[in-house]
Protein backbone atom coordinates (compact mmCIF):
# COMPACT_ATOMS: atom_id res chain seq x y z
CA UNK A 1 0.00 0.00 0.00
CA UNK A 2 1.42 3.64 -1.19
CA UNK A 3 1.98 6.70 1.88
CA UNK A 4 2.75 9.44 2.30
CA UNK A 5 6.32 9.55 4.22
CA UNK A 6 8.07 12.41 5.26
CA UNK A 7 11.91 11.84 6.20
CA UNK A 8 14.94 14.08 7.80
CA UNK A 9 17.73 12.91 9.27
CA UNK A 10 20.77 15.04 10.57
CA UNK A 11 24.64 14.55 9.41
CA UNK A 12 24.81 11.05 10.96
CA UNK A 13 21.64 9.62 9.54
CA UNK A 14 21.91 11.65 5.78
CA UNK A 15 23.71 8.27 3.89
CA UNK A 16 21.32 5.84 5.92
CA UNK A 17 18.01 8.03 4.57
CA UNK A 18 19.38 8.65 1.02
CA UNK A 19 19.33 4.72 1.30
CA UNK A 20 15.76 4.28 2.41
CA UNK A 21 14.54 7.07 0.37
CA UNK A 22 15.74 5.20 -2.14
CA UNK A 23 13.90 2.18 -1.46
CA UNK A 24 10.57 3.93 -0.54
CA UNK A 25 10.61 5.56 -3.83
CA UNK A 26 11.33 2.17 -5.93
CA UNK A 27 8.19 0.75 -3.49
CA UNK A 28 5.99 3.15 -4.62
CA UNK A 29 5.54 5.53 -1.92
CA UNK A 30 5.19 9.22 -2.06
CA UNK A 31 7.75 11.17 -0.01
CA UNK A 32 9.14 14.58 0.82
CA UNK A 33 13.04 14.82 2.34
CA UNK A 34 13.15 17.71 4.81
CA UNK A 35 17.16 17.33 4.51
CA UNK A 36 19.80 17.54 5.65
CA UNK A 37 20.92 16.98 1.93
CA UNK A 38 24.31 16.26 2.73
CA UNK A 39 26.89 14.95 5.78
CA UNK A 40 27.74 18.21 6.91
CA UNK A 41 27.51 18.80 10.63
CA UNK A 42 23.89 19.85 11.23
CA UNK A 43 21.55 19.89 14.27
CA UNK A 44 18.80 17.27 14.44
CA UNK A 45 15.73 19.61 15.53
CA UNK A 46 15.98 21.57 11.76
CA UNK A 47 14.74 17.95 10.42
CA UNK A 48 13.04 16.73 12.93
CA UNK A 49 10.12 19.50 13.98
CA UNK A 50 9.50 20.03 9.96
CA UNK A 51 8.65 15.90 9.76
CA UNK A 52 6.87 16.29 13.13
CA UNK A 53 4.83 19.24 11.78
CA UNK A 54 4.25 17.36 8.95
CA UNK A 55 3.16 14.15 10.19
CA UNK A 56 0.88 16.06 13.02
CA UNK A 57 -0.81 18.29 10.14
CA UNK A 58 -1.60 15.22 8.58
CA UNK A 59 0.05 16.49 5.31
CA UNK A 60 1.91 13.34 5.29
CA UNK A 61 0.59 9.45 6.73
CA UNK A 62 4.37 8.36 8.39
CA UNK A 63 7.32 9.66 9.65
CA UNK A 64 10.75 8.41 9.25
CA UNK A 65 13.80 10.35 11.26
CA UNK A 66 17.31 9.04 11.42
CA UNK A 67 20.55 10.42 13.50
CA UNK A 68 23.16 8.60 14.93
CA UNK A 69 21.28 7.30 18.28
CA UNK A 70 17.48 7.93 17.32
CA UNK A 71 17.46 9.56 20.50
CA UNK A 72 18.05 13.35 18.96
CA UNK A 73 15.32 13.23 16.67
CA UNK A 74 12.91 10.98 18.74
CA UNK A 75 12.65 12.97 21.57
CA UNK A 76 12.04 16.21 19.30
CA UNK A 77 9.41 15.05 17.31
CA UNK A 78 7.31 14.04 20.74
CA UNK A 79 7.26 17.68 21.42
CA UNK A 80 4.45 17.88 19.17
CA UNK A 81 0.72 17.01 20.29
CA UNK A 82 -0.33 13.91 18.45
CA UNK A 83 3.61 12.68 17.52
CA UNK A 84 4.34 9.39 18.78
CA UNK A 85 8.00 8.87 17.76
CA UNK A 86 9.76 5.39 18.55
CA UNK A 87 13.10 4.50 17.88
CA UNK A 88 13.31 1.13 16.91
CA UNK A 89 16.58 -1.27 15.92
CA UNK A 90 14.47 -4.11 15.00
CA UNK A 91 11.62 -5.46 13.40
CA UNK A 92 9.61 -6.72 16.24
CA UNK A 93 10.05 -3.40 17.79
CA UNK A 94 8.75 -1.91 14.57
CA UNK A 95 6.05 -3.89 14.50
CA UNK A 96 5.23 -3.15 18.22
CA UNK A 97 5.48 0.50 18.01
CA UNK A 98 2.37 0.58 15.38
CA UNK A 99 0.37 -2.47 16.78
CA UNK A 100 0.55 -0.88 20.85
CA UNK A 101 1.50 2.47 20.20
CA UNK A 102 0.08 3.71 17.34
CA UNK A 103 3.34 5.31 16.59
CA UNK A 104 3.04 7.82 13.09
CA UNK A 105 6.80 8.17 13.37
CA UNK A 106 9.77 6.00 13.03
CA UNK A 107 12.88 6.95 14.09
CA UNK A 108 16.37 4.88 13.36
CA UNK A 109 19.46 4.70 15.00
CA UNK A 110 21.86 4.76 11.81
CA UNK A 111 25.83 4.25 14.01
CA UNK A 112 23.66 0.95 15.60
CA UNK A 113 22.15 -0.43 12.36
CA UNK A 114 22.86 -2.11 9.29
CA UNK A 115 21.16 -0.51 6.17
CA UNK A 116 19.53 -3.98 5.70
CA UNK A 117 18.41 -4.30 8.95
CA UNK A 118 16.88 -0.60 8.53
CA UNK A 119 15.50 -1.68 5.66
CA UNK A 120 13.65 -4.56 7.54
CA UNK A 121 12.62 -2.29 10.29
CA UNK A 122 11.11 0.43 8.18
CA UNK A 123 9.24 -2.51 6.09
CA UNK A 124 7.82 -3.65 9.32
CA UNK A 125 6.73 -0.50 10.58
CA UNK A 126 5.08 0.13 7.23
CA UNK A 127 3.61 -2.99 7.24
CA UNK A 128 1.72 -3.19 10.73
CA UNK A 129 -0.98 -1.03 11.93
CA UNK A 130 -2.62 -0.20 15.34
CA UNK A 131 -4.59 -2.80 16.67
CA UNK A 132 -6.47 -0.67 19.05
CA UNK A 133 -8.60 -2.04 22.04
CA UNK A 134 -6.80 -1.75 25.04
CA UNK A 135 -3.85 -0.37 23.00
CA UNK A 136 -6.30 2.77 22.13
CA UNK A 137 -7.08 3.64 25.94
CA UNK A 138 -3.41 3.13 26.94
CA UNK A 139 -2.46 5.72 24.14
CA UNK A 140 -5.18 8.05 24.63
CA UNK A 141 -3.33 8.98 27.84
CA UNK A 142 -0.30 9.91 26.65
CA UNK A 143 -1.12 13.21 25.64
CA UNK A 144 -1.48 16.12 28.28
Not at 12 to 31: R, T
Not at 92 to 119: G, Q, T, V, W
Amino acid sequence: MMQKIAIGADHAGFSLKEQLKDWLEKNGHVIHDYGTYSSESADYPDFAHPVALAVEGHEYDLGLLVCGSGNGVAMTANKHQGIRAAICWNEELAALAREHNDANILCLPARFISSEEAIRILDRFLHSSFEGGRHARRVGKIGC
